[in-house]
């Protein structure tokens, strides 16, 4: 899997504005999930994601994946996509070098998603942390090692721009997930709150 220690090249965590590569995912909302076999080799070893930032071209992709699941189905929906308010907030993050919204491909399809906010602040001499969220695998892949792979992409990339930590909040709700993110190092240290505005 590509990650930020490898050499340079498009698909490494750079922009890709040059190049707005569109979806080759093949596959649309009303199609319903990939097929289980999607990145199993002949000899059922599962395949290594390639990670990489997300250009407009994977916006309905990615819509696909936040709508994928029991929080989201109810917020969006990938016929959607070209809806003015998805366009802008995607140029907002795009345009932002704190932010990076990273799409991850296995055989030419886009089957997960997250997105870092780099949080620059004065506490602890400067320290820079990371925060992750809006984090999907395709629900017919879930339980395969992607998440793991994507949020191992992550954790790498935030620490090859000098990231002392990484935080993360989630619904309650969603214990698998949470256990996910316990195998993966992190923690219950603090109490996360919310509210709206
Ligand atoms: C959480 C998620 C990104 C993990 O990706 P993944 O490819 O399923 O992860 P892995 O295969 O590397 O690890 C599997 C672990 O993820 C967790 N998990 C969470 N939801 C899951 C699901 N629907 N199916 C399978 N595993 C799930 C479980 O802890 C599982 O471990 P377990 O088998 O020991 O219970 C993915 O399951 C997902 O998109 N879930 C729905 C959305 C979500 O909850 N996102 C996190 C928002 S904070």
Not at 119 to 133: C, H, M, Q, T, Y
Not at 139 to 147: D, E, I, P, Q, V
Request: net charge positive.
């Amino acid at each position: 899997m590509a990650g930020p220690r490898d050499p340079p090249g498009p698909d490494v965590g750079q922009p890709r504005r040059d190049r707005e590569v569109a979806s080759r995912a093949g596959r649309r909302a009303d199609q319903g999930p990939a097929p289980r076999s999607l990145g199993e080799a002949r000899d059922g070893r599962v395949s290594a994601l390639t990670v990489r930032r997300a250009v407009s071209g994977d916006l309905r992709d990615i819509l696909r994946l936040l709508a994928d699941d029991h929080l989201g189905r109810d917020r969006d929906d990938p016929a959607n996509a070209e809806d003015a308010a998805y366009r802008e907030a995607f140029a907002a993050i795009d345009a932002d070098p704190n932010q990076f919204l990273g799409v991850a491909e296995l055989d030419g399809a886009v089957v997960g998603t997250f997105q870092l906010s780099f949080l620059p602040g004065l506490s602890n001499r400067g320290a820079l942390k990371v925060a992750i969220e809006a984090v999907r695998v395709d629900s017919a892949l879930r339980g395969g090692g992607y998440g793991g792979q994507m949020l191992s992409w992550a954790m790498d990339y935030a620490r090859g721009r000098g990231c002392s930590g990484m935080q993360l909040k989630s619904h309650r709700s969603r214990e698998g997930a949470h256990r996910f993110y316990e195998r993966h190092g992190f923690r219950h240290s603090h109490v996360g709150m919310t509210r709206p505005l």
